[in-house]
């Protein structure tokens, strides 16, 4: 929650107590003479012994003289915007006293309510507090989002209005109101209004306002959330996100993802770790077909990308099956997000030509061996970047049946946890080493083994003088990590 609730007051009518009669006053004044839906706004009382002609115009009353506690009488709103901080302090006091909201600018210790920096596009309004931390920063904020909105986006809020009591009329209920307020706005209706053709856009909305309700069935999006960080979740996802009925999440997905849902979504938790399935892959398919089948727009979102062992495939063709229509958002797979983070390039000229994932859960080989059925020769012999996902708890598995199928063990290794989170934790050595290296770590962590490694950025793993010369040696001469690592390897957390 926000330090601060943010609330939208309509002064219409009520009375604003200013004490203060300079330029800081007269800053307040503007900002709440035409706070109100009719354009009347509030009426202003200003007391101060000497007032701003410009203010003094702004106001329904004048007092030139010092405040007294009964100029408190009758207000709503008050604002100590004087040059005395005594006096300032004193009126903060009595109005809190009184349960009134009053702000005291620059001073949030006195204040009840702060006021934003705010976007006009009346009836829209939009609000931008630093919660007083930094007012400059709030106005910053202010004009790049003033950039990015239309002008004719409060035009077009009035030309909406004017048809919410036909459209309450017509749709059945709340979801397929809601539903036809997003095909109007998203669609070409707002965009011709918005170019100018107000005329048009009115007889189109009339057109399709009157056409015969269908029903509109259901959907899925398999959307990839991301290695962690949110502000690698796509543009598509977030759209996605913010227009689903129910969202089915993962595990893997970051809270900090989930809070850009609609909060009226709701969220069913399918997450499964390792020896810990506590909703079947059979059940989630099941869960999905239901849902969207009962026409709700579903989200089933997933850590990294759900077709980078994500299951997201298993889910698609089931969903197909069943006659469900699927929207396939991909997001960035671990091993990019987890290389981006920790610097070090997938690939690079010299030292690797391209780039192979595995998992260490897959399918089990023939003869029932719980091993993963993966070809170790081939992987070995590969001038690649191997990246390995789920394998943590494989990790001296894995660098025994590399170096078995002829892996140098002097092979730079890395394992990355909590990938591009703020928690992130990179550990390096050589890949003979790759189980002590993952040992204490708990995961979700991706496993990262090839010569690029020794390019990691320095920053990222410097958890002392020692390890940031010898690790700015090893970078120096790649290939060479594996001969003049300590046994255990480097570890560092960032």
């Known amino acids: 929650m926000p330090a601060a609730f943010p609330l939208f007051l309509t002064?219409?009518?009520?009375?604003?107590l200013i004490v203060g009669g300079g330029e800081l006053a007269l800053r307040k004044a503007r900002l709440v003479a035409g706070a109100s839906g009719d354009g009347r706004g509030a009426r202003l009382v200003v007391v101060a012994p000497d007032v701003h002609p410009d203010l003094a115009a702004l106001a329904a009353e004048v007092r030139r003289r010092p405040f007294a506690a009964h100029d408190l009488d009758g207000v709503t709103l008050v604002f100590a915007a004087g040059e005395d901080e005594d006096e300032a302090a004193l009126v903060a006091d009595l109005a809190r006293a009184r349960g009134l909201l009053v702000n005291v600018p620059d001073r949030p210790a006195?204040?009840?309510?702060?006021?934003?920096?705010?976007?006009?596009?009346g009836p829209i309004t939009v609000a931008i507090s630093t919660g007083g931390t930094s007012p400059v920063l709030a106005r910053r904020l202010r004009a790049r989002i003033e950039a990015a909105l239309e002008p004719g986006?409060?035009?077009?809020?009035?030309?909406?209005?004017?048809?919410?009591?036909?459209?309450?009329?017509?749709?059945?209920?709340e979801t397929a109101r809601r539903r036809f307020w997003e095909r109007v706005i998203d669609g070409p209706i707002a965009q011709r209004f918005l170019a100018g053709d107000e005329a048009g856009a009115h007889e189109q909305l009339v057109k399709v306002l009157n056409a015969a309700e269908s029903a509109e069935g259901g959907s899925v999006a398999l959307v990839g959330a991301g290695p962690g960080d949110p502000d690698l979740l796509t543009l598509r996802a977030l759209r996605v996100l913010q227009n689903a009925d129910v969202v089915v999440h993962d595990k893997l997905?970051?809270?900090?993802?989930?809070?850009?849902?609609?909060?009226?979504?709701?969220?069913?938790?399918?997450?499964?770790?390792?020896s810990c399935h506590t909703v079947s892959q059979d059940?989630?398919?099941?869960?999905?077909?239901?849902?969207?089948?009962?026409?709700?727009?579903?989200?089933?979102?997933?850590?990294?990308?759900?077709?980078?062992?994500?299951?997201g495939g298993e889910e698609m063709a089931v969903l197909r099956a069943a006659g469900v229509a699927v929207e396939l958002v991909p997001g960035i797979t671990a091993a990019v997000g987890c290389a981006a983070a920790t610097g070090i390039p997938l690939t690079h000229r010299g030292l690797a030509q391209g780039i192979t994932l595995v998992t260490a859960h897959g399918a089990a080989a023939e003869g029932g061996s719980a091993e993963p059925a993966i070809d170790w020769t081939a992987l070995a012999r590969l001038d690649h970047t191997l990246a390995v996902y789920m394998g943590l708890s494989k990790a001296g598995l894995?660098?025994?049946?590399?170096?078995?199928?002829?892996?140098?063990?002097?092979?730079?290794?890395?394992?990355?946890?909590?990938?591009?989170?703020?928690?992130?934790?990179?550990v390096v050595g050589r890949l003979a080493d790759l189980g002590a290296l993952a040992a204490g770590l708990t995961g979700p962590a991706l496993i990262l083994v090839g010569e690029v490694v020794t390019l990691a950025d320095p920053a990222k793993i410097a958890a002392s003088d020692i390890i940031t010369d010898i690790f700015t040696t090893l970078s120096s001469t790649p290939g060479r990590l594996g001969d003049t690592t300590p046994e255990n390897g480097l570890k560092a957390a960032v």
């Not at 170096?403 to 928690?423: E, L, M």
């Open 110 to 121: 006195l204040s009840t309510f702060i006021m934003p920096a705010i976007v006009d596009r």
């Open 398 to 426: 894995v660098a025994e049946r590399l170096i078995a199928a002829g892996k140098a063990p002097g092979t730079p290794a890395a394992v990355v946890q909590n990938g591009t989170r703020p928690d992130q934790t990179l």
């Open 11 to 16: 002064l219409t009518g009520q009375t604003v």
């Open 153 to 173: 986006l409060g035009r077009l809020a009035t030309f909406l209005d004017g048809f919410r009591a036909a459209v309450r009329a017509v749709k059945s209920d």
């Open 283 to 311: 059940e989630i398919n099941a869960l999905l077909v239901r849902e969207a089948q009962a026409g709700h727009r579903v989200v089933r979102l997933k850590g990294g990308d759900p077709f980078v062992f994500g299951r």
């Open 253 to 274: 997905v970051d809270d900090r993802i989930l809070d850009y849902v609609r909060r009226d979504a709701r969220r069913v938790y399918v997450g499964k770790s390792k």
